[in-house]
T-cell receptor
Framework: RKEVEQDPGPFNVPEGATVAFNCTYS??????FFWYRQDCRKEPKLLMS???SGNEDGRFTAQLNRASQYISLLIRDSKLSDSATYLC???????????FGTGTRLAVRP | EAGVTQSPTHLIKTRGQQATLRCSPI?????VYWYQQALGLGLQFLLW???????NRGNFPPRFSGRQFPNYSSELNVNALELEDSALYLC???????????FGPGTRLTVT
């Protein structure tokens, strides 16, 4: 089983749609969780950290379910500029080594 | 505030040569991480340096090595280059003990 698993997509949605991505992780001792965004041939950029209580940043909401070992990202009112690959990232027990999922591709169409 | 910088942007080498890639972290960050991203694949963790010491390494052969300098900048060396080493090499930095990592633009290494 992969340490971090994501549906590769692509998710092809119209502008204004709501889209959700899920990610599962295998290490129950993982301490920190993140969503990164990566545009084609660019570096990953931190989108948001994921907290146990869930957190929201504008149109983006992240949730963590430790019992089931999954993380989710919800994007509301999708924009064309949201088209990118979204990487689920999980730290190890010490919090220093990050393991990246292979990413979920999102394509938002006009 | 300046972000993570990497040089060179592109590097072309032939099989068997050595490549040296450089990274400067965000000011105040003491940890530097190196990742390899081959075309169409996810990021693979290579090395982690903090306070001048190698703290952890991924599943890569010893010909991948590096170091961190007193000013926290870092260098990644790849010896005896192989064709499959062609990839985007990303450097990230973070505050020690904080997992949020910030990436540089990467060095695209092509081995012919």
């Amino acid at each position: 089983r992969k340490e971090v698993e994501q549906d590769p997509g692509p998710f092809n949605v119209p502008e204004g749609a709501t889209v959700a991505f899920n990610c599962t992780y295998s290490n129950s001792a993982s301490q920190s969780f993140f969503w990164y965004r990566q545009d084609c041939r660019k570096e990953p950029k931190l989108l948001m950290s994921v907290y146990s209580s869930g957190n929201e940043d504008g149109r983006f909401t992240a949730q963590l379910n430790r019992a089931s070992q999954y993380i989710s990202l919800l994007i509301r009112d999708s924009k064309l500029s949201d088209s990118a690959t979204y990487l689920c990232v999980v730290s190890d027990g010490s919090g220093d080594k990050l393991t990246f999922g292979t990413g979920t591709r999102l394509a938002v169409r006009p | 505030e300046a972000g993570v910088t990497q040089s060179p942007t592109h590097l072309i080498k032939t099989r068997g040569q050595q490549a040296t890639l450089r990274c400067s972290p965000i000011s105040g960050h003491t940890s530097v991480y190196w990742y390899q991203q081959a075309l169409g694949l996810g990021l693979q963790f290579l090395l982690w340096y903090d306070e001048g010491e190698e703290r952890n390494r991924g599943n890569f052969p010893p010909r991948f090595s590096g170091r961190q300098f007193p000013n926290y900048s870092s260098e990644l060396n790849v010896n005896a280059l192989e064709l499959e080493d062609s990839a985007l090499y990303l450097c990230a930095s973070s505050l020690r003990g904080l997992s949020e990592q910030y990436f540089g633009p990467g060095t695209r290494l092509t081995v012919t």
